[in-house]
């Protein structure tokens, strides 16, 4: 089992985090305008 330090680990858990919401708003694009600022 492969030790991750805990930067690495929050690193990756963002970057699936991005992925998913950018998955979930390109499902979904009128929410773009909504959520851009």
């Known amino acids: 089992?492969?030790?991750y330090s805990h930067s690495s680990?929050?690193?990756i858990?963002?970057?699936g985090f991005l992925?998913?919401?950018n998955k979930w708003i390109?499902?979904?694009p009128y929410?773009?305008?909504g959520l851009s600022i």
């Open 9 to 11: 680990f929050r690193f």
């Open 26 to 28: 390109a499902n979904h």
């Open 13 to 15: 858990v963002i970057i």
């Open 1 to 3: 089992m492969l030790h």
């Open 19 to 21: 992925l998913l919401t």
């Open 31 to 33: 929410l773009c305008k």
